[in-house]
């Protein structure tokens, strides 16, 4: 039987089990957190980003969800720099010029403040000078750190990064650093 998990990736933590990067690294990695054999990350979430990360003990299950050829939609919440206007927005929704090129077009709208957020550690910095605000950005690609250079690319660079749904499953009421069995 399938196994898939949802996890709750927290920041700085490496979406691998092991962390071949260094000799003697201390740096967090799912084995920190998941006791569980044979699963295995349906994609990468970066280091510096947080939320929704799926498991699986299948291997056709895993490349459903994280080939790009299948366009799975991934929504994430940005906070970002400044408070984006009409225009930034419509330029997230038409695509973006990365210097990769052009992203498909995504879906973008400001959002409120998320309601009971766990605290990043560290927090983020903050400027008194700057706001910050919160959007929501859902893309069906998944190029290396695309919504943080999207956002960049539009004036509002991104703040923190939490990815709250892939496809059909949610990050939920999932604490950070929490785990739950899903149904694939």
């Keep these: 039987m399938t196994r898939l998990i949802a996890f709750n990736k927290p920041y700085t933590v490496l979406s691998q089990f092991t962390d071949k990067g260094t000799l003697a690294s201390t740096r967090e990695t799912l084995s920190d957190y998941l006791a569980v054999p044979r699963v295995y990350p349906a994609g990468r979430l970066d280091r510096d980003s947080e939320g929704l990360l799926l498991l699986t003990d299948d291997g056709k299950l895993q490349a459903r969800i994280s080939d790009p050829k299948h366009k799975m939609a991934k929504t994430y919440w940005a906070q970002v720099e400044g408070v984006p206007d009409d225009s930034a927005l419509d330029a997230l929704r038409s695509g973006v010029d990365l210097n990769d090129g052009r992203t498909v077009p995504a879906k973008a709208h400001r959002m409120e403040d998320p309601a009971n957020l766990w605290p990043r550690t560290p927090p983020i910095r903050y400027r008194k000078s700057v706001p910050d605000s919160w ?50």
């Design 135 to 184: 959007i929501e950005l859902t893309i069906t690609e998944g190029r290396n750190r695309q919504v943080r250079r999207m956002t960049a690319a539009v004036g509002h660079p991104t703040l923190r990064l939490i990815r709250v749904q892939i496809g059909d499953w949610t990050l939920g009421d999932l604490a950070s650093g929490e785990w739950r069995d899903i149904k694939p």
